[in-house]
């Protein structure tokens, strides 16, 4: 992946045709990319509009490289946090006037202070973490080799992808990929997924689908929405199956499934 996704969840004050809209906002940036974000005005524009009275007109700035991407936080008052929704509490402080501060996280949640009961966040998926081949990592950089694709084991993407694969590593001959919903289901039991959502298993399959596997291209037929993201599941299982990607190793990172109940003879 060479450049970053940002997306602002709906309903958290985000611009739809250059004025403030509930709506989901997504920004794709490219290496040498910036994006501001604020409250924004017509003298301030801003490519992230935050709708809330205690956040600066320009509260700050994304600015992307090669390898990772960089926050400037514009604010005078106020430090910034950047969450790692995946590292178990793990998260950055940004202080105010902080100028450039790099980000390590793969996946990150920026979060906003604000006078209400809840703060304003989006989040920040970040260029691809490259990783070397185990059985190739001597000599000079310039002649290691690195993975095709670089997933995170550890990552949530990656429970969604194996719970995706899940019955044909079983052997189940399916007629159809899981669905949102029954990949929700299939991970509730997961400490890291209590509070896994249709909505964010739908943009894991999009980040599998667009930056990770990059089938995004291929995978979406010109009929409804529905099947896009039909089409998308199918892409991503195909590649990870054929490339052995996810393995019958990886069913160990899924919960345990339910027994079927016996009801007597």
Request: proline share 8%; with cysteine.
């Given at each position: 992946?060479?450049?970053?996704?940002?997306?602002?969840?709906?309903?958290?004050?985000?611009?739809?045709?250059?004025?403030?809209?509930?709506?989901?906002?997504?920004?794709?940036?490219?290496?040498?990319?910036?994006?501001?974000?604020?409250?924004?005005?017509?003298?301030?524009?801003?490519?992230?509009?935050?709708?809330?009275?205690?956040?600066?007109?320009?509260?700050?700035?994304?600015?992307?490289?090669?390898?990772?991407?960089?926050?400037?936080?514009?604010?005078?008052?106020?430090?910034?946090?950047?969450?790692?929704?995946?590292?178990?509490?793990?998260?950055?402080?940004?202080?105010?006037?902080?100028?450039?501060?790099?980000?390590?996280?793969?996946?990150?949640?920026?979060?906003?202070?604000?006078?209400?009961?809840?703060?304003?966040?989006?989040?920040?998926?970040?260029?691809?973490?490259?990783?070397?081949?185990?059985?190739?990592?001597?000599?000079?950089?310039?002649?290691?080799?690195?993975?095709?694709?670089?997933?995170?084991?550890?990552?949530?993407?990656?429970?969604?992808?194996?719970?995706?694969?899940?019955?044909?590593?079983?052997?189940?001959?399916?007629?159809?990929?899981?669905?949102?919903?029954?990949?929700?289901?299939?991970l509730r039991g997961h400490a890291a997924c209590a509070r896994?959502?249709?909505?964010?298993?739908?943009?894991?399959?999009?980040?599998?689908?667009?930056?990770?596997?990059?089938?995004?291209?291929?995978?979406?037929?010109?009929?409804?929405?529905?099947?896009?993201?039909?089409?998308?599941?199918?892409?991503?299982?195909?590649?990870?199956?054929?490339?052995?990607?996810?393995?019958?190793?990886?069913?160990?990172?899924?919960?345990?499934?339910?027994?079927?109940?016996?009801?007597?003879?």
């Open positions: 992946m060479s450049g970053i996704v940002v997306h602002l969840p709906q309903g958290s004050g985000g611009v739809v045709d250059g004025e403030p809209s509930g709506d989901a906002v997504t920004l794709r940036l490219g290496p040498g990319e910036r994006a501001r974000f604020g409250r924004g005005s017509s003298t301030t524009p801003v490519e992230l509009r935050l709708a809330d009275a205690a956040i600066s007109r320009f509260a700050g700035e994304i600015r992307v490289t090669d390898d990772h991407w960089q926050l400037s936080n514009h604010s005078t008052t106020h430090s910034y946090l950047v969450e790692n929704p995946e590292g178990a509490g793990e998260y950055l402080r940004v202080p105010p006037r902080r100028a450039g501060a790099p980000i390590p996280f793969e996946f990150s949640r920026v979060v906003l202070p604000t006078r209400r009961d809840t703060t304003v966040s989006f989040q920040v998926y970040a260029p691809d973490h490259v990783y070397l081949d185990p059985h190739g990592t001597g000599g000079s950089w310039e002649s290691r080799t690195v993975m095709a694709y670089s997933l995170d084991e550890t990552a949530t993407y990656f429970l969604v992808l194996a719970a995706l694969c899940e019955p044909w590593l079983r052997d189940q001959s399916p007629v159809a990929v899981p669905t949102t919903p029954q990949v929700v289901e299939r896994l959502t249709a909505r964010a298993v739908s943009s894991h399959i999009d980040y599998l689908a667009e930056e990770k596997l990059r089938v995004g291209a291929a995978a979406a037929p010109e009929s409804g929405r529905g099947d896009r993201r039909h089409g998308k599941r199918e892409a991503v299982v195909g590649v990870a199956l054929r490339f052995g990607i996810v393995r019958e190793e990886h069913l160990a990172l899924l919960p345990p499934r339910a027994e079927p109940t016996l009801r007597g003879r």
